[in-house]
């Protein structure tokens, strides 16, 4: 059975900033890719970043790139989400995500992912 555990979320100031971590466990072999999602309150969920591992693809929102940075350790299947410049508007439950099968469904699709994290909630004050 395979486990995703998230851990780093909290509550910070605008400008301010939060690293997420996530550790993935129970198979034998690494996922083939990991990524990042959030829903804030009355909202669908939305990618946030993914990186797959074979050639170390990374894949941003918009809305993320140039403030948040994914990486990891593919061979200790630990992924990590470096969030700086953190805004309001970033104000979510994170989750982590992780592909088992190697999908072509695009990175920043949640049906890419076949495991999901229980979620962290990080709250951004003005």
């Known amino acids: 059975q395979v486990q995703l555990v998230e851990s780093g979320g909290g509550s910070v100031q605008a400008g301010g900033s939060l690293r997420l971590s996530c550790a993935a466990s129970?198979?034998?072999?690494?996922?083939?890719?990991m990524g990042w999602f959030r829903q804030a309150p009355g909202k669908e969920r939305e990618f946030v970043a993914a990186?797959?591992?074979?050639?170390?693809?990374?894949y941003y929102a918009d809305s993320v790139k140039g403030r948040f940075t994914i990486s990891g350790d593919n061979a200790k299947n630990t992924l990590y989400l470096q969030m700086n410049s953190l805004k309001p508007e970033d104000t979510a439950v994170y989750y982590c995500?992780?592909?088992?099968?190697?999908?072509?469904?695009?990175?920043?699709?949640?049906?890419?992912?076949?495991?999901w994290g229980q979620g962290t909630q990080v709250t951004v004050s003005s």
């Open positions: 995500a992780a592909d088992y099968t190697a999908t072509s469904i695009p990175a920043g699709s949640p049906g890419a992912y076949d495991y």
């Open positions: 129970g198979r034998a072999f690494s996922p083939y890719a």
């Open positions: 990186v797959r591992w074979r050639f170390g693809t990374t």
